[in-house]
């Protein structure tokens, strides 16, 4: 991954203008998607067909297998937890979360997940941090910033 071009579409999801913050965003996914090469993003693709197909074992295999051959692919395991957050299985889709915070911290698109599965759990404290941490990554995700709001409105 080229570090010095992460680090400037970063800089960039703080600009003031939207289609600068968009760009970066879409480069980041990208980035990430693209990791570990076109066959490991060929089989992320096959899992999203089956799940829009309605095939949420063949997907679940597919990203099984995929996280076991590749552990070190952060989209992967963010693919997994966007599936199990899916399915309501919130504990193991938070330790896919955290699993891709590790192999890549500044992946706003976990802790957004991270966030909505605590928030799913009840644990809205938690769910506040992640939300947090993901808009310190990309300030302007209103997002975001609605569903802080909404858990602290639920602490209270």
Known sequence: MNQKLVDK????LKSSDLNIRERATSQLWRIWFWQKGKIALEQIEESEKSIAEGDVAAATSILNDLVVALPDFAEAWNRRAVLKFMTQDYDR?????????KLNPVHFGALHGLGLCHAALGNYSAAIRAFRAALD???????????ILECTARLS
């Open 137 to 147: 990554i990309q300030p302007h995700a209103i997002e975001n910033q609605r569903l």
């Open 93 to 101: 889709a938070i330790a896919d979360c955290e699993m891709v915070i």
């Open 9 to 12: 579409l970063l800089s960039d």
